[in-house]
Nanobody
Framework: QVQLVESGGGLVQAGGSLRLSCAAS????????MGWFRQAPGKERAFVAA????????YYADSVKGRFTISRDNAKNTVYLQMNSLKPEDPAVYYC???????????????WGQGTQVTVSS
């Protein structure tokens, strides 16, 4: 049974940092793209960042460029999201996803995690 389990969410002050992790189990995703999305209350789920299977290519939403960094450790079957300089507009439930290619993450992901809550206090 495949599972994606996010962790690392929590409450942080504006300007602070958090590191999210998404650990996959049940199969190896070293040849898959992985990504992070977020959904705030009353809003649609939005793309945050993605990384190619090798880690050689990364992609970011404009709203997080320069503040967030996505990375992966294929030996651990895990993708990370380092979030720095958190802003009041960043709070949301953050989800990880895997797909064959980056372009398929948003609408054709093979698997989704259950999400982890990020809250930013001002």
């Amino acid at each position: 049974q495949v599972q994606l389990v996010e962790s690392g969410g929590g409450l942080v002050q504006a300007g602070g940092s958090l590191r999210l992790s998404c650990a996959a189990s049940g199969r190896t995703f070293s040849s898959y793209a992985m990504g992070w999305f977020r959904q705030a209350p009353g809003k649609e789920r939005a793309f945050v960042a993605a990384i190619s299977w090798s880690g050689g290519n990364t992609y970011y939403a404009d709203s997080v460029k320069g503040r967030f960094t996505i990375s992966r450790d294929n030996a651990k079957n895990t993708v990370y999201l380092q979030m720095n300089s958190l802003k009041p507009e960043d709070p949301a439930v953050y989800y990880c996803a895997v797909a064959r290619v980056v372009g398929s993450l948003a609408h054709e992901a093979d698997y989704w995690g259950q999400g982890t809550q990020v809250t930013v206090s001002s």
